[in-house]
């Protein structure tokens, strides 16, 4: 089986290192992987999307045009990506930021207040791993063991004071 997943926000949202997570969760879990980053010359501020498929056979391209998972962290995210992802997935997005029009009856929609958690919660930057944390619970991709472990082996050492962090936004994720 073949799950393709696209995450889509701006620079500075983490939507790489959210995807690199998924990326390495796949390795750990001794699957096939593609990472595929796209950004725009500004980086912060600007568009970011990132391309992780994940399946159980060689992978033919590491590009996704149809996903199975859109993970949305912003309103031009969702609006450019929402019409391409397969008949039968599933959008996740940050509904502190984006107004979705639940047009489509085909797929799932999964909104969660991403940011507006984070900030609750005092985990600035966590809205990504909040998001990561509802993927998992509403498609069982990963084990929370696996996704910790994926934390653990995508946060440079000099951040390892925010692993802990990281935990607690995916905890936060998988209980809203």
């Avoid at 050492?157 to 905890?171: P, V």
Wanted: hydrophobic fraction near 40%; glycine fraction near 10%.
């Amino acid at each position: 089986m073949t799950t393709e997943i696209l995450l889509a926000g701006f620079g500075g949202q983490g939507v790489l290192f959210a995807g690199k997570i998924l990326a390495y969760c796949g390795l750990m879990d001794s699957k096939e992987l593609s990472w595929l980053p796209s950004y725009g010359p500004e980086m912060r501020g600007g568009t970011a999307n990132c391309s992780v498929c994940i399946s159980d056979q060689p992978i033919g391209s590491p590009l996704v045009l149809t996903p199975d998972i859109l993970i949305a962290m912003n309103q031009p995210s969702f609006d450019k990506f929402v019409s391409e992802v397969r008949p039968g997935g599933k959008v996740f997005y940050d509904s502190t930021l984006i107004e979705a029009e639940q047009t489509r009856t085909d797929i799932s929609y999964f909104p969660i207040e991403s940011s507006k958690l984070a900030d609750d919660n005092e985990l600035k930057g966590g809205s990504n791993i909040i998001l990561l944390g509802k993927v998992i619970k509403e498609t069982s991709l990963f084990s929370l063991e696996t996704m910790k472990k994926g934390i653990e082996k995508v946060v440079p050492a000099s951040k390892a004071h925010l692993i802990g962090n990281n935990f607690k936004a995916i905890e936060i994720g998988m209980n809203n």
